[in-house]
Structures are given as C-alpha cells and as structure tokens.
C-alpha cells in the first residue's frame, strides 16, 4: 500500500502535540480537495460531460491521436469505454455542428458505419470540442466492393423534401460552405459550390482570370447534365482516404464529413485522391445505375475541390483548376481568350 501524506496546519499539529483530536483538521481537509476537483471538472465541459452524461466515473487516460491541419484529436479511455474528441481553440461551436448534424444524418440511414456524435460545446476562454464514438479501426481501408456498395445504400437511403442544400451551412476543410436550399441541383452547385469557389480566389489571390473563365463555365455547363437524373442524396461531401477507414472486423468507417444533400455523383469529386477503384464503381452502380453522360460531369466536380485546395493551401492548385475550366470551355467551343 502506498503512503499518503497530509499536510497539516500549524494549529492542527499544536492539536496533534497536545494529544487533541485532528479529524475535524482531516475533514476539512478533504472538504477542500474535494471542491478543488469538482472545480476542476466543471472548469474542463469535455471531462464534465464523459463524467456525467458519458455515464463515466473515472478517466483513466488522455493520449493524442494526432489529427488534420485544423483540429486536434484525442481519445479518453474510461471505466465505461473510450471517446473519441476533436477540439479547436480558435473556431466556434458552429463547425463541429455541422459536422455533427452530418454524423448523425449518415448514421440515420443505417447503410455505412459512422462515428456517432455526442456532444459540441464551448471550449474557455474560446474554441470549441466534440465528442464522439471511438471506434477502433482495423489495419486497412476494407474492400472497395463493400465500400462503394454501402455509400450508394446512404445515398439510395438519405433524401430531402427540401430540395439541395443541408440544415445549416458547415465547412469543407475550413472553408465556409454554404447550404442555402434550392429546387434546382445545377443553379445550387453554380451558386454555392463553384460560384463560391471562384469569388473567394478573386479575393484571396486578386485572380480575375480564373473567376472570368470559370463563370463562363457556370453559364455553360447545364448541357453537361442532359439526361441525367438529379435527384437530392444525402452526401459525405469530402470523401477523400483520410477520412476513409474500417473497423477492427473490415466494415467501413467514413468520418469528417462535410455533409449536404446533392446530385449523388459529386460524391466522387475528391477521387483524385481517394483511391476509388473498378471494384468500387462497379458495385456502387449495382445499386445506383451510372447516369447518362457520367464521364463528361467526372471533372466538373473535381473542380470544386480543386478550387477550395486552392484557395485553402495556395497557387500550387490553381494549375489543376484552371487546366479543368479550359477544357470543358474548348468542349463547348466556349472563348477562352
């Protein structure tokens, strides 16, 4: 058994020489530690919550797991199991709750594993958490096959009576993506994802020549989607490989969603880096039947993000971008003069 040791006051060890009694000295003494702790707890609201409605008793241990270019991510092991929290000391509640709305969106399909969000709050004096299911992931990425059929489950499963847009507006990295419903799929995506893009380089980089092109792209593009079937899907609207992993028994995981409702096949617009292969489209169109003119809309929506890594990590993607908006506007025998 290990030793404890009580600091006592000069009174109390006078008590203790003349032989009186300390326990109301010891008392007091716990009273303090014990407000000192629950000072603690209610100082930190990601521990208050674990300790409370997390329905944990004890924290047995914090440790980094990394995590991206904005946040920071933590997994706190507890007597009742693990949490996974993700905190920024700069950013506001308003991030995580979209990313939270998101989370919860997919998990509601009952199709693809998702980490189940819990809690967003405040952070003091600012920034902001959330707290999430842990889940433990496997040591790979899973089968494509089964990948590419859950995500077409979620996009067959999650619709809108609302028409394109999500709940409230979130972020793609930390770019500020806007939702804004609207009936008409090609007006949103003009508006509010290339539209978007293309004003915030204007600004960012004083690049006229790239928002001149592009919006005679926008102008356009609506014959890229005849014959296409534009309904709204609920979408992860950043799927890319790090945010694509499985869990310890090979079932996909997808993760820091971006969600919103949009023509299901802007989901691929990250595959330049997501790794997709034919066993993963092959079974995703089994569920979801390729669309006429699949192939000419493929670029179009890598645009978006081609544009937002521009604008978010600089002129290193603006090659990509503008090689994009010539060749659809040469296609279209558009002026790219």
Known sequence: MGHVALFLSPSSVASLLHGRSTRSSVKKHRRFCSSRVMATVSEDPIRQWILTEGKASEITRISSIGGGCINYANRYDTDVGSFFVKTNREIGPSMFEGESLGLRAMYDTKSIRVPLPYKVGSLPPSGSFIIMEFIEFGRSRGDQSVLGRKLAEMHKAG?????????????????????????????FFAEHRLGYQLKLARRQFDDPIILELGERLIKNMHVLFEGAVL??????????????????????????????YGHNEAEFGMSWCAGFGGSFYNAYFEVMPKQPGFEKRRDLYMLYHYLNHYN??????????????EDYLRMMKVSTV
Request: aromatic share 10%.
């Open 159 to 187: 619709k809108s009576d609302k028409g394109f847009g999500f709940h409230v507006d979130n972020t793609i990295g930390s770019t500020p993506q806007i939702n804004t419903w609207k009936d008409d799929w090609i007006e």
């Open 231 to 260: 309904e709204p899907c609920l979408l992860h609207g950043d799927l890319w490989s790090g945010n694509i992993s499985s869990d310890k028994d090979g079932n996909p995981v997808i993760l820091d969603p971006a969600c919103y």
């Open 312 to 325: 978010l990590f600089g002129r290193g993607y603006r090659s990509s971008a503008l090689s994009i908006i």
